[in-house]
């Protein structure tokens, strides 16, 4: 069975679902070059507990967790298939995680996956980010769950490489503008990703320029390190996309490995 490398997205905003940019496009070819995974496990930075969750429905059901958006968003779905033998290998690798048998997937999972996979033909379910815990600890969770990319699952982490809502440019002039403190954020980070400095991105907080202004709350850059971990320790960061959103929304996709590893 062919290994699929671990993925970052950066899902941006919802409106990126009815107006796509170049990020729609890009994710489409992502998934192009990528093998066809059996599973996708999509770790969500909408969803967030305080200890690991995994979710195991038989049907999830598509969440629309988002207010205040043209009414064309709600109409969106997302009818994948649960994958309950992929949520039974994630609880033997994670002994006594949490098992939601509820839980649908959210819009961090679905928005990348209709572009990436619009059938809605390969099974997914999500696991869960803990903002009480700190970059090391979901890097470890991923390392636990690398044996899964070697089974043909696809680990989708889906965040945000700067998330600060508060930054937003509704009236930003060019596709692609960034604010000076998002530009200086995203160089040091993908440094850090390249040199896989692993010290200093679990320090990203204290060392980072604009951290606290970047992510005043650390849930979209946590999916990050769960793919990171869940990569082989000698992976080649490769940057599958790089734009920015309003200003603000740092755009960034990461492959951790090679496309057909």
């Known amino acids: 069975m062919q290994a699929i490398p671990p993925i970052f997205i950066s899902h941006g905003s919802p409106l990126l679902m ?39 429905a038989t049907q999830p059901a598509t969440i629309h967790d988002f207010y205040g958006f043209p009414q064309a968003l709600y109409a969106l779905d997302y009818p994948a298939p649960g994958a309950a ?26 928005s990348p996956l209709r572009f990436m996979y619009p059938a809605a033909d390969i099974p997914v379910i999500q696991l869960a980010v803990m903002p009480q815990a700190d970059a090391e600890a979901h890097y470890r969770l991923g390392q636990a769950l690398r044996m899964l990319t070697r089974r043909g699952v696809l680990i989708l982490a889906s965040g945000g490489l700067t998330h600060n809502l508060r930054d937003l440019v509704a009236d930003a002039a060019d596709e692609g503008a960034v604010l000076p ?43 990050l390190f769960v793919a990171l971990g869940a990569a082989a320790d000698q992976a080649e960061l490769r940057s599958a996309f790089s734009d920015c959103q309003l200003g603000a929304l740092a755009l960034d996709a990461f492959v951790f490995g090679a496309a057909a590893d």
Do not use: C, K, N
């Not at 093998?35 to 995994?54: D, G, Q, Y």
């Not at 998002?182 to 907080?205: C, I, N, T």
């Not at 606290?212 to 650390?218: L, Q, Y």
């Open 85 to 110: 033998d992929l949520a039974a290998m994630v609880v033997e690798l994670l002994p006594g995680i949490e098992v939601d048998r509820q839980r649908g997937l959210d819009h961090g999972a679905w």
């Open 181 to 223: 403190y998002v530009a200086e954020f995203r160089d040091w980070f993908v440094a850090a990703l390249q040199r896989r400095d692993l010290s200093a991105l679990f320090a990203w907080h204290r060392q980072a320029p604009h951290a606290a202004r970047a992510h005043p709350s650390p849930e979209h850059l946590l999916p």
């Open 18 to 56: 009815l107006e796509p940019g170049r990020a729609g496009p890009a994710w489409q070819a992502l998934a192009r070059e990528l093998p066809r995974p059996r599973a996708i496990l999509a770790v969500s930075a909408h969803w967030t507990t305080r200890a690991p969750a995994v979710s195991a």
